[in-house]
């Protein structure tokens, strides 16, 4: 028992473990407690108690009179009993009562467990604010309380933690991929990096690492706004996401690049002042797309159109 | 240091922005969309004179904790409302650019 609240202090203190830290700060005695009661009256016999505890495998019982709590009887003061050979006699002369530690319904579990680690008792009754008995605490209901709260931790962190080969791993085929498909339009800067950030977030969403959704959305909005800027009927942008591979594909129908090499040189831009204005033509959209990409193929014709693949591995690090 | 203490102590405009809790570690200056999307790190703080609502797209892909624009330069509702709704902060200051930066550095950034 005292190396289990050794553990709660630990807990109590600041610092690591702070998810599990806050959830024992927040979470309220009354959460925590036993409220099925059974309660003996002072004038019950000993004998009584012994039957009670007994029958219902508990170890220490509130004393109640007239409603009001005067005081607590435990398995202890039953073996005095016994040893004394007082069976018959009151409740009241075995409990314990005066001033009892109790533990307040509305109370964070923390300052229970202080109470708990401050004093030798095994038991709390809990009080309202009416100074109404609404309940039992024992050691024993905040371990288990806090067991079923670090499930929650963990399954949480599980589901946060997965990754795409896991998201994967539950359709079976030859080879599964997960294909979003965008429409981009000409001249539409109102809706540009819409694409990129839907793709950024689908892979967040499957568990895909940060950093490689960060790399995926950069390349992919400068893509996407390529197609605004230069295209004449705007094109489509389609990610296929592999376990292992996340391919993003940007196809239009033209113009079509003169020169792919010229193109990709930093600071080339044909973009018009007016584009500038806004920002774009740096003339290092292409120089971008290939830092952050780990393959990057351009194929283009005039007249015809421009097909731009991007291809990002998945980093074996992040993919165990 | 967060975003509320950086207006407070440079007396900043909060165009958008609700939650100024917002850690800045850092800053990024240009103007060209391609330079920041190359250059600015999360967590920046990206001073630029320009207004179209793309700042919001490129904000928002690079993580950066807050768009300054200079000059007090007009931002259209566009790209204000953009920013409302990605949870883009955008601040305004009255100063060039560079006398913005300068009192940046000065609080240590």
């Known amino acids: ?320 | 240091m967060q975003i509320k203490e950086i207006v407070e102590r440079l007396g900043l405009t909060v165009l958008v922005g609700e939650d100024l809790t917002g850690e800045v570690t850092g800053g990024y200056v240009a103007d060209l969309l391609s330079c920041v999307i190359a250059g600015a790190k999360p967590h920046d703080l990206w001073v630029t004179l320009q207004t179209h609502m793309n700042i919001v797209a490129v904000a928002a892909l690079k993580e950066v904790t807050a768009i300054v624009v200079a000059e007090s330069a007009v931002v259209p509702d566009t790209t204000l409302e953009k920013a409302a709704q990605q949870g883009v902060v955008i601040l305004s200051s009255s100063l060039p650019i560079y006398e913005t930066v300068k009192q940046l550095v000065g609080l240590g950034l």
């Open chain 1, 1 to 320: 028992m005292k190396s289990r609240f050794a553990l709660l202090t630990f807990l109590g203190k600041e610092g690591a473990l702070s998810k599990v830290h806050e959830l024992v700060r927040e979470m309220r005695v009354s959460r925590v407690m036993t409220t099925s009661l059974f309660t003996i009256s002072p004038d019950a016999s000993m004998a009584e108690l012994k039957e009670l505890m007994r029958e219902h495998h508990i170890s220490g019982v509130p004393v109640l009179e007239n409603g009001n709590l005067v005081g607590i009887v435990s398995i202890e003061d039953l073996i005095h009993a016994l040893e004394q050979g007082k069976l018959g006699n009151p409740v009241r002369e075995f409990m314990t009562s005066g001033r009892l530690i109790v533990a307040q319904a509305n109370e964070p579990v923390m300052e229970a467990v202080r109470r708990f680690e401050a004093t030798k008792i095994g038991r709390m009754p809990v009080l309202d604010t009416q100074e109404k008995l609404v309940g039992i605490l024992t050691r024993g209901d905040i371990m288990e309380a806090l067991l079923d709260a670090l499930q929650e931790v963990y399954s949480e962190v599980e589901r946060t933690h997965e990754r795409p080969e896991h998201f994967f791993e539950a359709l079976e085929s030859d080879s599964t991929s997960l294909v979003l498909r965008y429409h981009v339009k000409a001249r539409d800067f109102a809706r540009g990096g819409d694409a990129s950030a839907k793709i950024k977030q689908a892979l967040l969403r499957i568990g895909a690492p940060a950093a490689l959704a960060r790399r995926v959305a950069i390349a992919t909005y400068e893509a996407e706004i390529n197609l605004i800027i230069h295209t004449d009927n705007g094109g489509t942008i389609t990610a296929d996401i592999k376990p292992a591979e996340i391919s993003v594909l940007a196809e239009d129908q033209g113009p079509g690049i003169p020169d792919v090499e010229l193109a990709c040189q930093p600071g080339y831009s044909t973009a018009t002042p007016e584009i500038r204005e806004m920002g774009f033509g740096a003339g290092m959209g292409l120089v971008n797309i290939k830092r952050c990409t780990d393959t990057m193929h351009i194929w283009s014709a005039v007249g015809i159109g421009t097909r731009l693949q991007m291809v990002f591995r998945v980093p074996p690090a992040e993919n165990p």
